[in-house]
């Protein structure tokens, strides 16, 4: 059995990409051709049907013309399933290159949008910040930068996060 490398097949992509200056445009046809595989499991037995000529399957996927190449070798391969992992792959190419960051904040409780804006304010613009009500955590926060976990109390919240984005 083979295994596909989704961080490979997302690299070359993303290099593809980056070369015509198209990296959002190949992210949001990988999301919608995944969503669509997603919603309708038949799609993804279309794909992998042995009856169904390889022209066919290509005919099928002409709506995404800057993947073409991409789906023509998953196709040969037999790897088209591996397409949610390689989204995955290229999204986090597509967040290093653009300088995006994720911020998680868990809460003991519901915090306003007034303290979620607070928040946002002292985190850099290109940071995608989410929000989640964790009742397990009697108080405070825990956030998560990246790779990091900073168990805060509410006091300490905001004083952290300027630290931490200087």
């Not at 070359?12 to 051709?33: C, G, N, P, R, V």
């Not at 002409?62 to 073409?68: A, I």
């Amino acid at each position: 059995m083979k295994i596909c490398n989704s961080k490979l097949y997302s690299s070359i992509l993303f290099q593809h990409a980056s070369f015509s200056k198209q990296e959002m445009i190949f992210f949001e046809y990988l999301k919608e051709i995944c969503l669509q595989i997603k919603t309708d499991p038949l799609t993804l037995k279309f794909l992998h049907s042995p009856y169904i000529s390889k022209d066919e399957k290509l005919c099928f996927l002409k709506d995404y013309p800057v993947l073409l190449s991409l789906f023509d070798i998953l196709i040969d391969e037999k790897e088209i399933h591996f397409l949610p992992k390689i989204l995955k792959a290229y999204e986090a190419l597509l967040d290093y290159h653009l300088n995006r960051e994720e911020v998680i904040v868990q809460c003991a409780k519901p915090i306003s949008t007034k303290q979620q804006n607070e928040i946002r304010k002292k985190l850099p613009t290109s940071t995608d910040v989410q929000f989640m009500v964790m009742p397990s955590l009697l108080d405070g926060f825990r956030v998560y930068w990246d790779d990091k976990m900073l168990p805060l109390s509410s006091k300490d919240l905001l004083h952290s996060l300027s630290e931490i984005t200087r």
